[in-house]
């Protein structure tokens, strides 16, 4: 599948970014909101970005050229924007974008267990390097109690427990090591109404195992409050989230900077996908846009 960039216009149009600004991408994944802040600005924006991925820094970095321009692309996860400005003379910018979706080329060609739709090794890694935690060493080793914890705190899945226990009575006859295994534990532990939804039973508990691999909820926290300090006054910065918990956490960050008066909330309310884009792009359906200005 062809990556489809969300909320591509109003991401864009609501950073409000002038020529000479210094634009920082802290999710590039397929590079579609860098892009287009290039061709807009005809390319008199420095854009830094950066990405957990070697693959969407090679493929962004083909499409910038194709475009005649240099982006400063960076290997790095965004929490940490403080060391890669500083290592490339930055100080302060004057707006940030985190899109917290996984692109399509993530989800169903990376090999690392992203998607249930194929049978792939359960890894869930961002990084193509061995990391010290990946989701074959939570199912296989971590206690029933903590992954049950990890299922409903990262995905509200109501059936936490039950997958859990399931879980760890599968482990015990053999180690579980594929996407398939998984979903097949999964089936056998819920409700058949479950297995039924309009949303595929394994989707919660497959987002939850990957935001605990990726550490992505400190993540998000660390790089907000990075990105507020080395962000300019009348400077932008725009989150879009994918899911009840990442939005909770930019939601509340954002009102405690109104709250103390360093900043003006852009949109009361979230943006979301319009119907075009939604039928256009189903996995943009549960997209939530905020943007905060810094006063």
């Known amino acids: 599948m062809i990556h489809k960039t969300v909320l591509l216009n109003e991401a864009v149009e609501n950073l409000n970014i002038k020529k000479g600004s210094i634009y920082f991408d802290g999710t590039l994944g397929g590079a579609g909101h860098s892009l287009k802040v290039c061709s807009d600005l005809e390319g008199s924006v420095k854009i830094i970005a950066t990405d957990r991925d070697m693959l969407s820094i090679r493929n962004a970095e083909k499409r910038f050229i194709d475009l005649g321009y240099k982006a400063n692309l960076v290997l790095s996860d965004y929490r940490n924007i403080d060391t890669v400005l500083k290592n490339l003379g930055v100080e302060n910018v004057n707006a940030i974008l985190l899109d917290l979706g996984l692109s399509s080329d993530q989800l169903d060609a990376s090999g690392r267990g992203f998607t249930f739709r194929n049978n792939e090794p359960l890894l869930m890694t961002f990084s193509e390097e061995q990391q010290k935690v990946d989701a074959q060493v939570i199912l296989n080793n971590w206690s029933e109690e903590t992954i049950a914890d990890i299922l409903y705190g990262y995905s509200d899945e109501r059936y936490s427990r039950r997958i859990a226990k399931a879980i760890v009575q599968a482990r015990l006859t053999k180690p579980i090591e594929t996407t398939f295994q998984l979903v097949e534990i999964i089936r056998n532990a819920v409700p058949i109404g479950y297995q039924k939804g309009k949303t595929h039973f394994a989707t919660k508990t497959f987002q939850a195992l990957r935001i605990a691999v990726n550490d992505e909820i400190t993540a998000l926290k660390e790089g907000m409050s990075k990105g507020w300090k080395l962000l300019n006054k009348e400077g932008r910065m725009a989150v879009i989230s994918f899911h009840s918990v990442e ?14 008066g360093e900043g ?5 309310k979230p943006i979301i996908p319009t119907d075009e884009e939604i039928r256009e792009n189903p996995r943009s359906r549960s997209a939530k846009l905020r943007v905060i200005e810094k006063i």
């Open 247 to 260: 939005d909770r956490e930019v939601k509340n960050y954002f009102r405690d900077l109104v709250k103390t």
């Open 264 to 268: 003006r909330l852009i949109n009361k």
